[in-house]
């Protein structure tokens, strides 16, 4: 994300899943439409989620109340994906038309939000090559740069980055705690959802 965009009156929560502690880190602007900033994946405890949160963004604070209904929605989203549970889970996929007005795209380029816009469209229980990311953003030859954009990507899960994988089917980075290994869990927690299918 630039460093030129100022951004005020961030918030943020923290919530428990299956997997670990998740984040959500939003932006309220008034008269505007309020936009999420930053989802973050499980990772072990919220020590270390908050450690990164406030490195990243030093002025966000808690948010206290009742969440607003969308960051709700996008919470539950994050607790059932993480469940791991089919009756929760099947065909689970955000809401894109909803999702995509609340997302904070200035700290985007015009590159960058195509390929995370198709990214968005990959199913859970199947991946995608980078170079085939590339071929269906019209950008043959790009699978460089479209991994580098999804190393940028603020919003995993919600938009399933670790579903891009090499040509070879190597696992490559991950934007969320853990890397390469969170990734291949995640992949390992979508698997289950298509069998007998």
Request: aromatic fraction near 10%.
């Given at each position: 994300?630039?460093?030129?965009?100022?951004?005020?009156?961030?918030?943020?929560?923290?919530?428990?899943?299956?997997?670990?502690?998740?984040?959500?880190?939003?932006?309220?602007?008034?008269?505007?439409?309020?936009?999420?900033?930053?989802?973050?994946?499980?990772?072990?405890?919220?020590?270390?989620?908050?450690?990164?949160?406030?490195?990243?963004?030093?002025?966000?604070?808690?948010y206290i109340g009742d969440l607003p209904p969308?960051?709700?929605?996008?919470?539950?989203?994050?607790?059932?994906?993480?469940?791991?549970?089919?009756?929760?889970?099947?065909?689970?996929?955000?809401?894109?038309?909803?999702?995509?007005?609340?997302?904070?795209?200035?700290?985007?380029?015009?590159f960058s939000r195509h390929v995370l816009e198709?990214?968005?469209?990959?199913?859970?229980?199947?991946?995608?090559?980078?170079?085939?990311?590339?071929?269906?953003?019209?950008?043959?030859?790009?699978?460089?740069?479209?991994?580098?954009?999804?190393?940028?990507?603020?919003?995993?899960?919600?938009?399933?980055?670790?579903?891009?994988?090499?040509?070879?089917?190597?696992?490559?980075?991950?934007?969320?705690?853990?890397?390469?290994?969170?990734?291949?869990?995640?992949?390992?927690?979508?698997?289950?959802?298509?069998?007998?299918?």
């Open positions: 994300m630039s460093n030129n965009i100022r951004l005020e009156n961030c918030y943020y929560t923290i919530f428990s899943t299956p997997a670990g502690t998740c984040g959500l880190l939003w932006q309220e602007n008034g008269q505007a439409s309020p936009q999420l900033l930053r989802v973050y994946p499980a990772c072990p405890n919220s020590a270390i989620l908050l450690k990164t949160l406030r490195k990243e963004y030093p002025n966000a604070a808690p969308w960051i709700h929605r996008a919470q539950n989203f994050l607790q059932a994906y993480y469940s791991g549970d089919a009756s929760k889970s099947v065909n689970a996929q955000p809401d894109w038309p909803w999702l995509k007005r609340f997302l904070f795209w200035q700290g985007q380029t015009a198709a990214t968005i469209k990959i199913k859970r229980g199947t991946t995608i090559s980078y170079g085939a990311l590339a071929g269906k953003i019209k950008r043959p030859g790009a699978a460089r740069a479209v991994g580098g954009a999804l190393a940028r990507n603020p919003w995993p899960v919600l938009i399933p980055c670790h579903r891009v994988i090499g040509s070879n089917g190597a696992l490559t980075g991950f934007s969320g705690y853990g890397k390469i290994a969170a990734k291949k869990q995640m992949l390992a927690l979508e698997r289950p959802i298509h069998r007998g299918g």
